[in-house]
């Protein structure tokens, strides 16, 4: 992808990353390498762009983190879902739905 991914993905990331912790708790590097896998490698985030997003998350009140170790026995911040997280994340994929089925109606030239 080009210059589109980016403006795309202002408006996703934060969501991509609820989902993400969705599955259980996960650092900054885990939390790329499920985007990076769950979309077959055609979003890949700058980890200028990553590494903040969950802290912004956190102020929101939608992660809590904690320090644990990695897989690699590296000490690192894991970041999990709030109940509020939670009920964002909810909410937030059902907007996102109703969005994409709305644009593909409009793109595909049929009445939502």
């Not at 599955?23 to 590097?29: A, E, I, K, Q, S």
């Not at 929101?60 to 970041?79: H, I, P, Q, S, V």
């Amino acid at each position: 992808m080009d210059d589109l991914d980016v403006n795309l993905l202002r408006g996703t990331l934060h969501l991509l990353i609820l989902k993400a912790v969705s599955w259980g708790p996960l650092h900054g590097y885990a939390i790329g390498r499920w985007i990076r896998q769950s979309t077959s490698d055609v979003l890949s985030i700058q980890e200028g762009a990553l590494y903040p997003a969950p802290h912004r998350l956190e102020r929101k009140g939608l992660l809590e983190e904690e320090w644990g170790l990695t897989d690699t026995n590296r000490e690192a911040k894991f970041y999990r879902l709030t109940p509020e997280g939670r009920k964002h994340l909810r909410q937030e994929v059902a907007r996102w739905r109703d969005y994409s089925r709305v644009m593909t109606a409009a793109l595909d030239g049929v009445r939502a």
